[in-house]
């Protein structure tokens, strides 16, 4: 599972940090970066979730 | 206990989310139930142009009254545009709203709604929120410093407007002498539909059309005034450069271009607007919520580290916008319901807001309600601009006012906004004990 940040959409709302520390951090000013891009199995429920939590949607992931 | 009473008789054909006095009365939650139990997308009829043409048709909408359903939308700007106005009955067609279509944010779409939110959402990160607390708390203090001062204690008028007015006024650079003349004009613009905002009555109340062109002329009359406001704050930023929200646009470039003047125009008209008039009614609705449910407020007086859980408690239950609609741009399918190109939906979010499917025990306020995924800010690409100011605005005001309060009582009915598109509390007397 591979996972992005859509640098149009995301707004700093820190929800995936929370989430999913392990996949995203905020960079210096606080937009969502992604720090593990291809995910291991047991991450996947996780990032589908802070997907979901992105109030701006602006996560997508995808199967690979 | 819950703010609605069900009636038993209810039907299908009873439904009716265009009259604004059924709002008036109290949000209308049996009718979101019954439809999305129901018949969850729903058309809905609009009006008819009168004779003279004064008064645009308006054909009708769909009815979304689905959580899955709202996020599907809202995840497809696409397919569901906002350019073709974004409150029922406000259509292309129609002079006062065809104004604004397509030249604010919240009415304009993909790519150019990226690249002008870009301009202005680095001041509304959550960061940046936090930034702002020591002022809000500030804001919050006075307020409520002048409130034991005054002895008609209007919550609504008194406390709940004045803290999100000062924080958008404060970064705008809207001086203080003009707070209350961007009171007036929010509620003439956002609150046209109920007679208190109206500047003329309306012939005949019982005459669809007739309150229809009360409506807009009340509309209209706050947009000139708001215009030529926003005209001389801007003239007078470009005469001596200020440091504020008005300074960044006029100072901005899209493409290598600045914006217009209407640009500027438009956005300081969203941005006043937005601003002031949500938040207002998440602190009242919030506070009447607590009335209604006095466990729970003393449950957040024993335990203030419940704030920010009660806070989006409190949005959830309130959902201050009541709706905003989208325009099909293809022929699309929602639960079997054939949406053509150029139908409106209207997606109900206090509805969304009490689907039993995501949140249980959907009608009873729960500060400790977790996980709390409510839409009352949308979601996607015109997700709440303000969402990170107004959660601090709500949380501080409820703790400054516990702190402040060892007593808070309501001290005659809540009067309520007749309208459908905020679900707004006018006034609400209340008695307080000073701790």
């Known amino acids: 599972m591979k996972v992005s940040v859509d640098p149009d959409l995301c707004e700093a709302n820190a929800k995936c940090f929370i989430a999913a520390p392990e996949i995203f951090q905020p960079d210096d000013d606080g937009w969502a970066q992604v720090i593990l891009e291809h995910l291991p199995e047991e991450l996947h429920a996780k990032a589908v979730r802070a997907a979901r939590l992105c109030p701006r949607l602006a996560i997508k992931v995808e199967e690979e | ?435």
């Open chain 2, 1 to 435: 206990m819950t703010m609605t009473a069900d009636k038993p008789n209810l039907t299908l054909e009873d439904i009716n989310l265009i009259e604004p006095r059924i709002f008036g009365e109290k949000p209308p939650h049996d009718q979101w139930k019954l439809l999305r139990e129901q018949d969850p997308v729903r058309w809905h009829d609009g009006w008819q142009q009168t004779e003279d043409g004064e008064v645009a048709p308006f054909r009708g909408f769909w009815s979304i009254t689905k959580y899955d359903d709202i996020i599907r939308i809202s995840r497809d700007p696409e397919t569901f545009i906002s350019s073709r106005g974004i409150v029922i009955g406000t259509e292309p067609e129609s002079a006062t709203a065809a104004a604004g279509l397509g030249k604010m944010l919240i009415t304009m779409d993909p790519p150019r709604h990226v690249r002008l939110r870009r301009l202005v959402n680095k001041g509304f990160t959550p960061r940046a929120v936090v930034a702002f607390e020591s002022e809000i708390r500030r804001y919050t203090s006075e307020i409520l410093d002048d409130f034991c001062q005054k002895d008609t204690c209007d919550f609504v008028t008194e406390v709940a407007a004045i803290l999100p007015l000062a924080v958008i006024c404060g970064m705008m650079g809207i001086a203080k002498e003009d707070w209350g003349k961007m009171f007036a004009l929010t509620n003439k613009v956002l609150g046209a539909s109920d007679p208190e905002f109206q500047d003329e009555v309306a012939g005949d109340i019982e005459d669809v059309a007739e309150r229809r062109r009360v409506i807009e002329a009340t509309v209209m009359q706050g947009n000139i005034e708001m215009f030529q406001y926003f005209g001389q704050s801007i003239a007078a930023h470009r005469e001596a450069g200020k440091d504020d929200l008005v300074q960044t646009l006029i100072d901005s470039k899209v493409d290598g271009e600045p914006l217009t003047d209407e640009e500027i125009l438009f956005f300081c008209y969203l941005l006043i607007l937005a601003g002031n008039e949500t938040t207002r009614n998440a602190i009242s609705g919030g506070m009447l919520a607590f009335f209604e449910n006095p466990d729970q407020l003393q449950k957040l007086r024993a335990n203030p580290a419940l704030l920010p859980s009660a806070t989006e408690e409190i949005l959830r239950y309130i959902s201050p916008v009541t709706h905003m609609t989208r325009a099909a741009t293809r022929d699309t399918e929602l639960r079997g319901k054939q949406i053509k190109t150029g139908d409106k939906v209207a997606l109900w979010y206090p509805s969304a807001n009490r689907d039993a499917h995501v949140f249980p025990d959907a009608d009873t306020f729960n500060i400790e309600r977790s996980p709390n995924d409510h839409l009352a800010f949308g979601i996607g690409e015109h997700f709440c601009l303000g969402a990170g100011f107004a959660r601090m605005e709500i949380s501080v005001m409820f703790e400054e006012l516990l702190k402040r309060f060892s007593k808070l009582e309501q001290d005659g009915p809540a009067e309520r906004l007749a309208s459908n598109f905020i679900g707004g509390i006018k006034h609400m007397p209340v008695k307080y004990t000073r701790a």
